[in-house]
C-alpha cells in the first residue's frame, strides 16, 4: 500500500505570491485562507512509518508543522519520519526546502547528476553535511529503489524518465555547472508500489504530452501532474507577466493540445493538477476552468490531502 | 517616527524545528500555537509605507502572508511596500528568505561584501535578476542612508559595525569567497530616524558584549539582542547538540558574562530577545528563565509584534 500526501499544490511564489495583487492572491491573503497553497511537493511511503519527498519546496519548514504524518515519533529528541527526497528539477520551488533540512537528521537526496551538480556548486547547500546527508546520483530510465536509514529496501520503486522542458531560471544563459546537455533537468517519475505493482505518477513540469508520455501514463493508478497555467498567454493577458507558460517550460491545462485533452482516455485512475499558478482561474473553486477540470476528471489538491493506493 | 514590525523572533530552524522532539517543539507543534516562532527578521519603516527588512528568514513567505503591513497595495497587480533587504551575515536562516523573493520587483539588498560574495558565489540568487535586484556594498562603521525605489532617501540611516560572530556554518572548513579576513561576517545595526534622531540596535548573533559594544547600546531607544540560548552548555545538557553557544557565535542570556547582566544598568528603553533557539527556556511563558528576562527587563516578542519609536 502507497500513502501520497499532498504537501502543497502551488507553482513558484505560492498562492499568494508575496508581490501579487491579481484576484486570487488578494482573496487568498486577505478573505479565504482555504484558497492559499503552499509550493508544489508530495510525500510518499509503502510502510507508513517512513517517508520520502519528492522535491523540497521553499515552504517545507511549514508544510512540516502541518502535516502530522511528517511529525518527529513522539518521545525522540532528534527524528523525522523523512528517508529521502527525491528532486525533479533545480527550480527554486523543487530545492530551497533542503536549506530547511539541517539540524543533522540522516537522509539521502536522489537526483540526477545534473541537479547534484548545482547543490554542489552552490555552496550554502553544505548546510546538509555530507555526514548526515547523502546525495545518490539516479539516471534516466534506469529504476531505483530507495532506501530507509538501515539500508533496508523503501518497498517501493522509481523510474525517472525525460520530460519536455527547461533548465533552472536561475542558470539561464549562465554556465550550467553540469554541462550544455540538457538532458535530466526536468523528470518525471514512475512510482511502483512493489508489492502489489501499483503504480503513481509524478510529472509536475512538462512542456509538451508526447506520445511516449501517453504510452506511460496509461493505465496508471494515479497521475500527479503539470497545472501551471490555464492558457498559454495567460500571465501575458492577465499583466502579470511577459512569458507564456511553453517559455517557462509548462503545458497549458486547456485547448486542443492541452493537458487534459492530450491525457484525456488513457484510463488513468486519479488525475491531480500540481504547480499551479496563481495566475491560474482553476485555483477558484466553481469557476469556469474549475468546472471544466472536474468534469474531466482531474482534481485541484488541498495543501496535506492524503491518497492511498 | 519609525515602526519596527519583528517578523520572526526565532534561531535558525524555528520553534518547532523540523526534525527536533524537544518539549518546546513538541508543546509548539501539538498542543500551543502560540509558543511557535518563525526564524528571525525584523521590518522598518520611516513613513509607513515603504519597508526594509533586516535578513531574510527561510520563513519569509509564511511571515509576508502574516504581516498587513507587507502586504502589496490594494489595486495593483504587482507590488511589495518592501524597498529593501539588509543582511548582517550569511547563515541561512538570514538569507535563504531572498529566494522567496523572485518575480520582478525592484528592491536593494544591503550587505557587507563577504556577504555579498556569497551570494555571488551561489548561482541560486541569480533568481533575483541584477535588472531588478540591486546589490549595494555596505562598509563596517560607515553609516549609510536606504533609498526608496524613486531614489529618494529613507528616513533613516544605518550604522553597521562589527561584532564577535562567526562566518556561516556551511563554509566552515572550505575557502570563503570573500577571503580569510572575517572582518564583516556578522554585523550589528545602529538604526536611527533622522527626523528626530531616535536609535535602536539590532544585534541578533553576538559572540561577547565588549566595552565598546556597551558603550554603543548606552541609552539607546530599542535593542534587539542575541538570544539563541540561555546557557552556553543547554544544547549539550539537553542531548539536542554537540555545540555550546559560543562555539556557534552566541552569547548566553545567563551568567555573569551573559547579555542580561552584561547589557543591565545602560538605561536602554526596551529591550527585546531575538533570534532564540527551540532549546531556550525562555520560550516557556512563567519559565523561571522566563520570569528573570522579564524582571530584567527583557521582552521575547511575539511574530507580529510591533513597536513604534
Sequence with gaps: MLRVVVLGAAAGGGVPQWNCGCPVCQTARLDDPNLRSTQAS???SADSEHWFLINASPDLRQQLI???QLHPKSGQLRHSPIAGVILTNSEVDAVAGLLSMREGWPFTIYAHPRVLSILKANSIFNVLSEKHVRRQPIAIDQPFEPTLPDGSP????????????KGAWYLEGKEHPGGADGAGDTLGLRITDKADGTTLYFVAACAEVTDDLKAR???????????TVWRDDELIAAGLGNKTGQAMGHIAMSGEQGAIAALAGLGIGR?????INNSNPVLLRDSVEWQTAERAGWQIPADGTEVTL
Tied chains: 1, 2.
Excluded: Q, Y
Excluded at 156 to 165: H, K, M, Q, R, S
Design 217 to 227: 501514463l496509461k493505465g496508471a493508478s494515479l497521475v500527479f501532474f503539470d497545472g
Design 154 to 165: 523503501s518497498g517501493f520503486e522509481i523510474l525517472p524518465f525525460a520530460v519536455a522542458g
Design 42 to 44: 508530495i510525500a510518499i
Design 271 to 275: 488525475k491531480f493538477f500540481l504547480h
Design 66 to 68: 502541518a502535516t502530522p
